[in-house]
Each structure stands twice: as C-alpha cells, then as structure tokens.
C-alpha cells in the first residue's frame, strides 16, 4: 500500500492540516495482519517554534488511555487479583468512595461494580467535564490554560460536588453515560490490587510485552521525550501538571507505529483471552450518537443512509479529547490510529476516519488489479 497510497494519504493530511484551527495532523493506516501499512504527518509539533510534524512525533493519545487501562483490568480479573462484579468497596476505601454517587439521600459510591465503571454504567458525574453550577468546569479551566496537578482525593472531591447521572447498573445495565471518573477510579483499584502504580502496571503488562518503546504515561517531573503539543482553538494547551494527573484515564503518549501495534495486538490475542475481548466487545450502550460504549472501548458505526458514499462500516477502539483516535475495522481488517491535535471539536476524527478507510479500500482494490 506505499507509493501512490502514501502519497494520497499526505494530500489528505496537508488539506486537513490548511485549515484552522488545525496546527498539525498525523495519521496511519495499517492491514491488521501486518501486510501493508502507510503513515503521513503534516503541520507541526509545535506550531509556536515551527517545529516540523513527523509519523515519529509522540502525541498525547489522551482518553485512548482507557483501552489500555481496561486491558489491565482485564489481565487483573483473569490472574484473579481482582473480581469484575465486585464492588469498588472490596479495593477502595471508604474515604475515597463515600459521597460520590448520592440519589435520594442514599449512598451508592462504595456499591458500584468494578464492571460498572468499566462499562461506564455506574452513573457517576464526569470530574472533567462536568460542573457544579458555581464556576467553570475542569475541562474549561484547562482549556484556559490553568494548569494544575490532581490527586485521586482531589477528583473524588470534584465528584462530590456534582448530580449523578443516574443509580448505578440503571436501565438492566445498558443506561450509560460518559464519565473519567470511572476509569480514574480503575487506576486507583490497580494500585491497590497491584502495589504498583498504574505506569508500572501498563509498562509490564503492555508496553514492554509488545515492544512499544516509544510508549510512555506522561510525567512532567521526568525526563521524556516532547510530545506534539495540542491546542484547545487558538490557544496552546500547555497544561503539563493536569496530564501527569490522569495517569489511567488520559495519560499515555505513544507514536503512530506503538499505538497501531497496541490496537492490532488487542484484537488479535496477543494481550488478552478472546473470551475476555469478547467480554468487553459484547455488550454496547449507547452514550450519544452515533457512538456506544462497552468496555474501555467505543463503537462508532453510521447508518448507511447516514453516509452511503464513504462509508467505514463499524470501528472498534477508542478517541481521545485532543482529537486523537484509534480504531480497528472488523469489516476490512484494518487499524486506524492518528491525532488532529486539536480539543475545539470532538467530531474532527470521526469525519477523517471514514477517509481513511476509503482511501485504504482503494488502494487495495487498485493492488489487487496491479495497480500499484
């Protein structure tokens, strides 16, 4: 697929990274099996120093964060150290779980399932985005470039001053809605269970197991390679203490080739049982349209009315709030992984993806027939 596909792949890339409030874009298409595979990158890494984007450009893959943390989880759940229907009580204590999830003056934080908070059914206000009426909420006071450092004890606090959603498992389990806290909250269950904290965890479990070396969780007190810097619209987003804060819920950096190798290897048994990808791919509720949750994975999948021309069929895998994105395509076997580095609009990748996949189809049809 390189030669005439690449050079597709770059022309989409340079148009997309033209517009504005774009900086910088990269992208990758992989063949699950390995058997082809194209990257391009175009705008910069840091659009202020004019410094060049590259496909070797780390990047924040922000919530894509959550597969691997799920991944671990799932790990956990088969050796046995952790229990999928147990209660967060079992691992957390009280002062963390008390007062985060009241509905009519009952307390549901220390009952919430471990599978609850993986499904995003648990109900819980989102500590990211949500509010409580009385000021911005974190999302925004990032946005604006105020950065600070979280602890568990400060997110859990956050919660306490929001609504739940809705009691924990509502709906036969299938009501669901979009939350960080959950998956802030699988990070703090790891530790307990592991004694390791989550970076260790997803070091020995996933980043050294499938040779992801360009793979790290963001930590502003160490040494690490720069990743290409997001933007939020006009403004860069230089919040390096909140990023080293959401260590399993947005925190990884990865390049294009680590986090293509990651999704490949999920879907193709080199990580987990394929009961237990089915466990998290067998279930899907809905969050907003045209998206739906299962565990610590999205599905996006349009009608084909919706979109009869470019059509990508379902993808499986997970988006990110900078705009980065990783998807695995049952239909046509492929991986699509990339970032527009941009927090403006949530829907930017789910516009790029379907291109994506029709200019792999192409190609491929163009391989089969000789043509390239």
Not at 39 to 50: C, R
Not at 205 to 223: E, K, M, Q, Y
Not at 262 to 270: S, Y
Not at 348 to 358: A, C, F, G
């Amino acid at each position: 697929m390189a030669g005439i596909a690449k050079d597709r792949l770059q022309a989409l890339l340079d148009r997309e990274a033209a517009k504005r409030p774009i900086r910088g874009i990269l992208a990758s298409i992989r063949s699950i099996d390995g058997s082809f595979e194209t990257a391009a990158a175009a705008g910069f890494a840091d659009a202020v120093a004019a410094v060049p984007l590259t496909p070797e450009t780390p990047y924040y893959l922000a919530s894509i964060t959550k597969t691997y943390t799920a991944t671990v989880v799932m790990q956990l759940s088969r050796e046995g150290s952790l229990d999928l229907d147990a209660p967060i009580g079992k691992y957390l204590a009280p002062e963390l779980t008390r007062g985060i999830h009241v509905v009519d003056n009952t307390d549901h934080g220390a009952t919430i399932t471990i599978e609850q908070l993986l499904f995003q059914t648990s109900g819980l206000a989102d500590y990211f985005t949500g509010s409580s009426g009385e000021g911005p909420s974190l999302e925004e006071e990032l946005n604006a470039a105020n950065d600070r450092a979280l602890t568990i004890e400060n997110i859990v606090a956050l919660v306490r001053t929001q609504s739940p959603r809705f009691v924990p498992g509502a709906g036969d389990g299938r009501k669901a809605h979009y939350s960080d806290t959950n998956y802030a909250l699988l990070g703090s269950i790891i530790e307990t269970v592991t004694g390791a904290d989550v970076s260790e965890n997803l070091e020995e479990r996933i980043f050294d197991p499938l040779g992801l070396t360009d793979t790290f969780v963001f930590d502003s007190a160490r040494s690490q390679p720069t990743p290409a810097v997001a933007w939020h619209k006009d403004r860069p987003l230089d919040i390096p203490l909140a990023m080293s804060s959401f260590p399993a819920d947005g925190g990884v950096v990865a390049t294009l080739a680590d986090n293509v190798r990651f999704i490949a290897a999920l879907f193709t048994g080199e990580l987990l049982a394929e009961d237990e990808l089915a466990y998290m791919t067998g279930r899907w509720n809905r969050i907003f349209f045209p998206m739906q949750y299962g565990g610590g994975l999205m599905r996006f999948y349009l009608p084909k009315w919706m979109s009869p021309f470019r059509n990508p069929g379902e993808l499986i895998g997970h988006s990110g709030s900078t705009g980065s994105f990783a998807f695995y395509s049952p239909q046509y076997q492929l991986v699509l992984a990339g970032t527009v580095n941009q927090s403006d609009n949530p829907a930017r990748p789910y516009r790029l993806m379907p291109r994506l996949v029709s200019l792999a189809r192409t190609a491929s049809t163009r391989r089969q027939r000789g043509g390239l």
